[in-house]
Structures are given as C-alpha cells and as structure tokens.
C-alpha cells in the first residue's frame, strides 16, 4: 500500500513538472516568436512619462507590434524589466519579438524627444486643437466628447455626454511626442485638471450644492470677463448674485463665444451682437450658459468657487485690464461713458 502512495505521489510530481516545462516553453515560445514577419514595416512608437508596463503591453498590442499583452508584461516582471522603461519615441517593428522590444524599451535610445507646449489661461478647445496641430500634431477631427472620459474621470459625471472637453483642459506646459495620439493629449490635460481640482475645492463645490459643470462654467466666464486675479472674487459674487436674483448674466464674453467660439476678432461688441439667437448669449437668455466658454486657471477656478460678497452688481473692464465696479445701473453707465467710449 506504502509503495502505491509513493508511486501516485511520483507521477502527480512528474506530471506538475512536465505541465510546468510545457507551459514554460508554451511561454517562451510566445515571448520569443515575432508577430509579423521579417518584412514588416517599422512603427514610431511612444512611450511617455509615468507610463507603467500595462499600458506599454496594453499599447503594444494595440498597436499590432506584439501579439498579447499579457505575454510582455510577465517577460517584464521576469526579466526585472518593469520599472525601467524610459520615456521617448521609439521605432519598433512586429518583426521584433518581446525581449528585443524590452531591450529597445529600457535603453532610453529614442528617436525623438518631446516637444514643449504652452496652452495659457482662457484658450478655448478649438484653439488648443490649432494650437497642437500647428505644432505638427495630428489631432483628426473626431474630437472626443465629456462622455467619453466619465469612466476615468469622475469630475465629467455632470456634464452631459456630448458636450466637449471645453472648460476641462487645464492650461499649463506639457510635453509630448510628436505621435501622441489625440487620445494621450486629451487624457494628459485631463490629469492635470483632476490633480489641480483637488478634494478640499470639490467638498466645497459639494457642500454649496452646485455642480462641478456649473462651477467651471462660471470660472470660464470669469476667466475671460477679468483680467486680474484680485478682482475676479468679487466679480465671481456678482455674477453667482445675478444668477441668484433671476437677472441675465450680461456677460460679454459669452457674446464672443456665441459668435466666433475663439474670441479672435470679437471686440467691440455692437448692439445686434446682443441679439444673437444663441443660448451662450446671456444678454438674451437667463442662467449660465450650456457649458464653459474657455479653459480657466486654478485662480478662475477658486473665484467660481470662492466668491467675495459685496454691494456691487455691476462692473466694467478697462482697457488697461483694471476691473471698475458700480453699485447701481447709472453709476454704471457713467462709468461705461468715462471709460469705453
């Protein structure tokens, strides 16, 4: 009976070793066979800063340069590989197999590096888009919708799913690859705004019980109402204080996106641009327009977010870009006379 145990025992043993060397060589038989042949053609492709080895894998294979993705992240954590990709443009072939595209991977030998772009407070999405692809860019023009990112970002959960990435797109400097797809641009600007939009600002947004859609909508206008940071709380008050009384907006800024969405050429404003049949134009229709018409900055931002109470319900800018603020419509006015005109 003894000998009949150790013999199972033997053969289970043998058989979990033979399974184990068959897997082991199914393994590198994956790891070490080329997708395409020896004639495909080569790919640039970019690896960009803060990228982990499932979305290397996962990019790879998307792009038809291996096969399976779950085959070249087990090689990297095999080969103690997967913390040592650098950042770059690369130029890969199918014509590679796993261990020679970690290599290339790991070495930091690219073919390209990035390029900077500066995207400043208040640029409207289409200005963005001309701004990337003017830089040599390829943007296309399916351009992605809030409804599209709700998944990843939960700060797009209000706004509605067809309404575009306006207002959402945080102005900074970035850096990218000449081959970033529209699709990594997008979600690098994205992350910004998740990482500047930090817990305390949407715990206050929450507790005044208004939507982070509508509170980007009013930094955006206050965004390209006022020039200086000082004056947008206030001018921020204003405006939540008009919405509040049941008053239209009258902001002019809305007037340039209703009629050209990227301000260029808009001024001065004249009197049939104030009845421009758009619901952006809140001259002629009451409440916050339907979505942001620019892209703030964290101070447009915490103004929306942070208004200062005052007596005022009107105010001007000056072309010097001081903001003059009025207490009643002929104060106002007189104020408009001295200063515009």
Sequence with gaps: MRN?????????????????????????????????????PK???????????????KKLEDEKIIADDFYFEIYAWLSDTEKRFQAGEYELTPAM?????????????????????????????????????????????DLPKAGDYKDEFSFLA???????LEGFLFPDTYNFFKKSSADDIFKKFLDNFNKKLSSNLREEIKRQNKKIHETVTMASVIEKEVA??????????????????????????????????DFKGCYPIYRDDLDIDSLYNTYKYKGLPPGPISNPGLAAIE????????DYWFYLSKPDGETVFSKTLDEHNKAKALYLR
């Design 303 to 310: 103004a929306a977010i942070f208004p200062q109470e005052s």
């Design 97 to 141: 197999n796993i261990p020679q595209i970690v290599g290339i991977l790991i070495s930091g030998k690219a073919i390209s590096q990035e390029v900077r772009v500066t995207v400043p407070e208040g640029v409207t999405f289409k200005e963005i888009v001309s701004r990337f692809e003017n830089s040599g860019f390829k943007i296309g023009d």
């Design 158 to 164: 209000d706004s509605p799913d067809d309404a575009s």
């Design 4 to 40: 009949k145990i150790l013999i199972l025992i033997l053969i289970i043993v043998v058989a979990i070793a033979v399974s184990a060397a068959a897997g082991y060589f199914y393994f590198l038989q994956n790891v070490k066979t080329p997708l395409g042949p020896a004639s495909a």
């Design 43 to 57: 790919k640039a492709f970019a690896v960009l800063p803060g990228q982990g080895v499932k979305e290397i894998a």
């Design 228 to 261: 200086k940071d000082p004056d947008r709380a206030i001018v921020s008050g204003i405006l939540w204080k008009r919405l509040a009384a049941g008053m239209p907006l009258q902001a002019d800024a809305t007037i340039c996106y209703a009629k050209l969405a």
